[in-house]
């Protein structure tokens, strides 16, 4: 339904005489976001993940940054414009919960809550729970990367030196969660303690290389994103001047 949706909105800004028309490319970005939403939730990777935290992680980190990337940077003003005035209706009804902090602490929170033991095993053992938890994950990294990739303005938008503060701060809180589970003196989860050691992998070992997986993908991809900002921030200076440029001359 989503993937028909947008390639409804997506035909309509292409018309003849509409502004910001989207490219092929940002077709192939959104169809991205869907395989990895697919990959995470329809692949082996989900079964994988009920004998390996390390797949596992794999899935939530599909979930909770890569489809919500992939899925935003598909979207343009052209795509967006029949919804953007109820998007920002909505941001301003949403009040605090609308706030970037909201979004990282959403973010961080929600990965720390669902890692904490009890919470973890529960997941594994109830499909009811397990959904709960990808919904969660999912809409926490849509929040969160929209504020930092967003095609439209918001009034809440990150400026100057505002998008490296908000990474660095969520990458610290991750990473510690990150390093917590790689170098866990033993098994935390004991959903895992008692299988089977598939691939001849035990589950202290499973763990941190799931710990592992977890910080090196938040480096990596925060190390991207930041530079995206960057080339992102240079190229709307230069538009802004040559736009005053052009007002000056007139």
Do not use: N
Not at 202 to 223: I, K, P, R, Y
């Amino acid at each position: 339904m989503l993937g028909v949706a947008y390639g409804w909105a997506w035909r309509r800004a292409r018309r003849r005489g509409a502004p910001h028309p989207p490219g092929y490319g940002r077709l192939a970005l959104f169809a991205a976001g869907l395989l990895a939403v697919l990959a995470a939730l329809v692949s082996p990777l989900d079964s994988l993940g009920d004998q390996l935290m390390v797949i596992h992680m794999v899935q939530h980190m599909l979930l909770i940054d890569v489809a919500p990337i992939l899925l935003i940077l598909g979207l343009t003003k052209g795509v967006l414009r029949p919804v953007t005035r109820r998007v920002h209706a909505l941001e301003r009804r949403a009040g605090p919960f609308a706030h970037p902090a909201f979004a990282v602490i959403a973010y961080c929170g929600l990965l720390w809550l669902w890692h904490i033991p009890v919470m973890y095993d529960h997941a594994q053992g109830s499909s009811f729970v397990h959904v709960l938890e990808h919904l969660s994950f999912s809409a926490a990294g849509t929040l969160y990367w929209w504020h930092l990739i967003s095609p439209i303005r918001s009034r809440l938008r990150l400026g100057g030196l505002g998008p490296i503060a908000y990474m660095v701060v969520t990458k610290l809180l991750v990473g510690i969660l990150g390093i917590v589970l790689a170098f866990a003196p033993g098994t935390i989860y004991s959903f895992y303690a008692h299988k089977p050691a598939y691939w001849g992998l035990s589950a202290h070992f499973d763990q941190s290389m799931a710990g592992l997986v977890m910080a090196l993908e938040q480096s990596v991809v925060m190390g991207i994103a930041l530079v995206y900002l960057f080339v992102r921030m240079l190229g709307e200076s230069e538009r802004e001047a040559e736009r005053a440029e052009r007002f000056g001359l007139a």
